[in-house]
């Protein structure tokens, strides 16, 4: 079984990477963005004027800061959101040594809540946010309380924004170019709930040189053809089954 020989590749390593997407957070009732059902982008409600392709832009946070916030602090911040079993199995397998470092699409921060230290947030995080004028820094709370709904600075009067990387926007290449050594050196990549379709962050797995690549996504993705292990099913429920024994 698929699981059991998950199991003996973690039981056999001391050099495992994680690179999670949405996925890793469904279980958290954190919508992904592609799904047919929940996903962000196929909602069919007309809430917004809109779509969430257009309004997660940098053209638009510039053009709509309004319209904007109202969307990101609706729809991207969930503030009661709790780690679930992959968050909390992957600090585990942290503190025991096996886990080298967690890379994650994900902006929710969850992975430390759940404890995990060393986390590469390719697509940055909601719990930063800066002045765009002076760059002061913010906590979430100061941005979810703002009233009126774009916040600004007490400093300078300028607009504070998310610390997240919106579409048009590159990635921050220090953080990039961890995460691409941290693969480089694992002898197991673990992928998890990503589909493998959004680039840059996408092309990760191709600097994977070591023994093990394992990928766990609900839907099949264009690199099932490489892994040693393929499992269609929810990452926490998977990760929790292969550790039983181990954690």
Do not use: W
């Not at 946070?61 to 602090?73: A, G, I, L, M």
């Not at 992975?111 to 002076?134: D, F, M, P």
């Amino acid at each position: 079984m698929s699981i059991d020989r998950l199991k003996e590749i973690i039981e056999g390593s001391n050099n495992i990477v994680f690179f999670g997407g949405a996925g890793t957070s469904t279980e958290s009732n954190i919508p992904d963005f592609r799904s047919a059902d929940s996903g962000i982008y196929n909602k069919k409600d007309k809430k917004y004027p809109y779509s969430p392709e257009i309004m997660i832009n940098h053209t638009f946070f510039t053009s709509h800061p309004e319209e904007f916030f109202k969307f990101y602090r609706n729809e991207m911040v969930f503030r009661d959101a709790r780690p679930n079993d992959a968050h909390i199995v992957l600090a585990e397998l942290e503190r025991m040594g096996k886990l080298k470092a967690i890379i994650t699409q994900n902006i929710d921060g969850l992975h430390q809540k759940a404890g995990s230290k060393n986390v590469l947030e390719l697509h940055g995080t909601i719990h930063r946010n800066y002045c765009i004028n002076c760059g002061r820094e913010y906590d979430l709370d100061y941005v979810l309380a703002s009233e009126p709904l774009v916040p600004k600075c007490e400093k300078c009067g300028g607009i504070v924004r998310p610390d997240v990387v919106l579409y048009e926007e590159g990635l921050d290449m220090k953080v990039l170019n961890r995460a691409i050594k941290a693969i480089k050196k694992a002898n197991v990549l673990i992928v998890g709930g990503t589909s493998l379709v959004v680039y840059p962050a996408a092309g990760l797995v191709e600097y994977f040189k070591g023994d093990e690549l394992v990928l766990i996504n609900k839907s099949p993705t264009r690199y099932d053809y490489r892994a040693s292990v393929v499992i269609n099913d929810s990452i926490g429920k998977v990760l929790r089954e292969a550790t039983r024994d181990i954690l």
